[in-house]
């Protein structure tokens, strides 16, 4: 989740109506963005926030543009590293994840040797996969020296020491790590380098035109200023990962759970157990909604790495 490189985005909160700027997926002045669009500064560090959105291919950026997003999660105290401090939260995420874990591993059709899962957060997801294949190498990276705690036993390598895993793995997951970067395009080509030739990358990012980023505006969990910054329609997201030489093979829906969260904002309230619980109750009505519309809270693509 560390951006290397200054994503020499030159606008403010001046921004006119089809003013042309850099396209972060494309890397070409051809974008036609609209004016900006005011959002609440989660970290409370970086003024006033606001998303910039294109008329033709529909992606995002985040303003003010950040030359390095490291020091927003230097402390691990965003909800990307959210350690499970109670018995219960700990058991209705592991649940939730397990469940995330099966659907990708059957969606991906074949059982991996070697997984890599780059900006692997809080540890919970990678160890419920690690859990779900037995015998196979499951790795988690981030960029900090020591392993989240919800890892577990799982073996983790620091971003900075993981040169020896270069085309090594099976499979390689970058799942909601893409939006967190100034530069997608960059850190990508950083995350297909793990993989082998013929091997694998899931992506998962948030979907700027879910259903209820339009039905609660700024308050949607997923906007999550200044932590997210590009949010990405299928369309950007696609283009962003053809033009990284990568062949898609399946496109799917993800219904992610914001709802929880996004009643919390609404509310000015901090995220606790409690709205965890209201997340869950009204996940069903969240997934028939994205399901109706379909217009899901979150887009995967599963590409593959082109053989030699």
Not at 1 to 17: G, H, I, L, W
Not at 59 to 73: C, E, H, N, W
Not at 177 to 203: S, T
Request: with cysteine.
């Amino acid at each position: 989740m560390v951006n290397r490189e200054n994503a020499r985005m030159t606008s403010d909160s001046k921004n006119q109506c089809h003013t042309p700027e850099w396209c972060p997926v494309a890397h070409e002045d051809r974008c036609n963005f609209g004016p900006p669009m005011p959002h609440f500064d989660r970290h409370r560090a970086t003024g006033a926030a606001s998303v910039i959105r294109c008329h033709r291919c529909g992606v995002g950026i985040s303003r003010p543009p950040l030359s390095d997003v490291a020091f927003l999660y230097e402390d691990r105290t965003s909800q990307d590293f959210q350690q499970s401090r109670s018995r219960l939260t700990r058991g209705i995420k592991g649940i939730a994840f397990r469940r995330q874990a099966r659907r990708l591993l059957e969606q991906i059709r074949r059982r991996p040797e070697r997984v890599v899962d780059f900006g692997c957060g809080s540890g919970l997801f990678t160890q419920e996969l690690a859990g779900l294949l037995p015998g196979s190498l499951v790795i988690g990276t981030d960029f900090h020296a020591a392993p989240p705690a919800d890892l577990g036993d799982v073996r983790y390598q620091p971003m900075q020491a993981t040169a020896e895993l270069a085309g090594q793995n099976d499979l390689v997951l970058a799942l909601h790590v893409l939006e967190h970067d100034d530069d997608p395009a960059a850190l990508l080509a950083r995350i297909v380098r793990f993989a082998k030739p013929g091997g694998r990358v899931v992506i998962e990012v948030p979907n700027v035109d879910c259903i209820w980023a339009g039905v609660f505006g700024r308050y949607w969990d997923a906007w999550y200023l200044p932590y997210h910054r590009v949010h990405f329609s299928r369309e950007s997201l696609c283009r962003l990962v053809r033009q990284s030489g990568l062949t898609i093979e399946l496109q799917a829906d993800s219904c992610i759970p914001t709802m929880g969260r996004t009643v919390a904002n609404l509310l000015g309230r901090r995220v606790s157990v409690i709205f965890l619980l209201f997340g869950i109750a009204l996940h069903p009505v969240q997934w028939l909604g994205e399901r109706l519309s379909m217009r899901p809270s979150a887009l995967r693509i599963i590409a593959r790495i082109p053989s030699p």
